[in-house]
């Protein structure tokens, strides 16, 4: 079974929290199979979660060798000069390895922040934070809007709804193609 959920924030990506605090599965109760989340987003984050109870896809899309494209919307601190985003593409040193975005695109400006979309393909532990973070920027508030070809769209925060046949096809080719991409030798 494939669900696609807004995770609101406030909840976790867990099956179980030994604090009882809300968790991502809360949200889905009507599901009668045992799901689990598709990678994370921390407490502190909001946006496109899949849940799901096939192992084979839901590694696919989270190891970084599959290459899987995640695009996030980061509402930062403070106005990011041009030479930050070429950073972030660049990459930069955090305690886990080098890491970098595939796109950055500045949105627009919010008082003193500064809205970003920006797209990833590895997925590491709070990885967005982390990055705006070596760079001076904090992320006041962050959302996944896409996993692959399977957008959050207009589905309102806290709800959920099965994935179509076709957002399903899209991500398993997505998955296959960006993983076939990795392998080859070079």
Known sequence: VYWLVHKPRGYLCTNHDPAGRPRAIDLVPHVPQRVFPVGRLDEDSEGLLLLTNDGDLANKLMHPRYGVEKTYLAQVAGKPAREDLEQLLKGVWLSDGHVRARRVRRLK????STWLQIVLSEGKNRE???MLARLKHKVLRLRRTAI???RLDRLPAGKSRPLHSDELTRLRRAAERSGRKEMRPT
């Open 109 to 112: 400006s919010q008082g003193e």
């Open 128 to 130: 967005v934070r982390r």
């Open 148 to 150: 692959g070809p399977v």
